[in-house]
Structures are given as structure tokens and as C-alpha cells.
């Protein structure tokens, strides 16, 4: 029993090590790189199909600089970009975007009330979960879980990162089967209305 308590502590011990380990200041000697396709901050990005960086928490950032760094989340605009860094380095870099500030759009008005409702409640119907479960009421995202803000993020961003989980596109990750699970059941009014909501969501 004394040893299964111990586990369970160096457990949680190592896991609140690994989130939190970045270094902001360190992270934006890196971070100029990163402006060329997610603006300054990572809060503008480029093109709306890319996507806001600031913000949407550190472990969920690092965990997708290791996933993308190792090619197991393939991003072709990506290639080479992390190559030269190392884990410190990622989560330095991860600790310097969270600490940036999202900015919030604006939704489609005529798609906010669908889109709330599939946020906040789901889809009883097709045994959608509501996104807020994990994301958040707020879309503020769950950090130490590392469950990702969604609160401001792109519309198209959010659309094409759900159409690609519903294919089976985007796998890699903790969380993925869930999100494809989720992502399977959704139409593409859904997505588009849900996706409209969150950019505009604080």
C-alpha cells in the first residue's frame, strides 16, 4: 500500500514537473522564427487557416511542438523549423506564447445560436459532448490537463482542424481519439457554426 501511495505521488510529482517547466524568456529568443506565419505574439496570424498561438496553454502547446517536431503531426509548413531545438527549447517556447494574449474575433451573427448550443450542450441527439466539458464554459481551456483554449481562435483554423479529426487526419496526440470521436458525429453545418462561435467566445 505504502508503495502504490508513493507511485501515485512521484506520479503527480513528475507530472506538474513536466507542465509549467518553460522558461518565457528563454522561449522568445526563439519565438522570432514563428512570426513569419503566426504574426507577432503568435496573436495574427498570416492566414486565417493557421493557427493563434498566444494563449492557449503550455502543456498543450509543447505537447503539439514534440508532436510536430517528431513527425507524428505532420505540418508540411512546418518542416524543419524545429529541428535544431530541444526539448527545453519547446517548452521555453510553449511557456512564451501561453503568456501572450489571445485576441478575440468576432462570430458570424446568424450562426451564434447554433454554434452556442452545440458548444455549451452538444447534440444529445447524435451523442455529441459539448465542448465546454473539457474547453471550458468560457473556452478558456483546462491548462494542467491539457485540454487547449479555444476562446479567439480563427473560425477557419477550428473548422479545418475538426474536418481533419473527422477524417482521421489528426491522430497524434493524448486527446486525439477523443476529438476524432467527437469530430465523426459532426455535420458540416456543425462545424462550421460551432468554429464561428469559439473565434468570437471570451
Known amino acids: 500500500?505504502?508503495?502504490l501511495i508513493a507511485g501515485v505521488v512521484l506520479g503527480v510529482s513528475l507530472a506538474a514537473t513536466a507542465y509549467g517547466a518553460g522558461d518565457?524568456?528563454?522561449?522568445?529568443?526563439?519565438?522570432?522564427?514563428?512570426?513569419?506565419?503566426?504574426?507577432?505574439?503568435?496573436?495574427?496570424?498570416?492566414?486565417?487557416?493557421?493557427?493563434?498561438?498566444?494563449?492557449?496553454g503550455e502543456k498543450y502547446l509543447y505537447q503539439q511542438l514534440a508532436l510536430?517536431?517528431?513527425?507524428?503531426r505532420p505540418i508540411p509548413e512546418m518542416t524543419g523549423i524545429l529541428d535544431n531545438m530541444s526539448d527545453q527549447d519547446l517548452q521555453n517556447l510553449a511557456a512564451y506564447f501561453d503568456g501572450k494574449e489571445m485576441t478575440i474575433g468576432e462570430a458570424d451573427?446568424?450562426?451564434?445560436?447554433a454554434g452556442r448550443s452545440l458548444y455549451r450542450g452538444g447534440n444529445l441527439a447524435s451523442g455529441i459532448a459539448?465542448?465546454?466539458?473539457?474547453?471550458?464554459?468560457?473556452?478558456?481551456?483546462?491548462?494542467?490537463?491539457g485540454y487547449p483554449r479555444l476562446s479567439g481562435q480563427t473560425a477557419e483554423y477550428v473548422?479545418?482542424?475538426?474536418?481533419?479529426?473527422?477524417?482521421?487526419?489528426?491522430?497524434?496526440?493524448?486527446?486525439s481519439q477523443v476529438m476524432m470521436d467527437i469530430a465523426a458525429k459532426l455535420t458540416d453545418t456543425?462545424?462550421?457554426a460551432v468554429s464561428s462561435y469559439i473565434s468570437g467566445l471570451h
Open 109 to 113: 451573427p446568424e450562426l451564434v445560436e
Open 130 to 145: 459539448a465542448c465546454s466539458a473539457c474547453h471550458s464554459p468560457s473556452g478558456k481551456g483546462n491548462g494542467p490537463a
Open 190 to 192: 456543425e462545424i462550421e
Open 1 to 3: 500500500m505504502k508503495k
Open 68 to 72: 510536430i517536431k517528431s513527425g507524428d
Open 24 to 56: 518565457p524568456e528563454a522561449g522568445e529568443a526563439n519565438a522570432a522564427v514563428c512570426a513569419g506565419c503566426h504574426g507577432e505574439n503568435g496573436a495574427a496570424p498570416i492566414m486565417a487557416v493557421y493557427p493563434k498561438l498566444s494563449g492557449l
Open 159 to 175: 473548422q479545418k482542424q475538426l474536418i481533419a479529426y473527422r477524417k482521421g487526419e489528426r491522430d497524434a496526440g493524448g486527446q
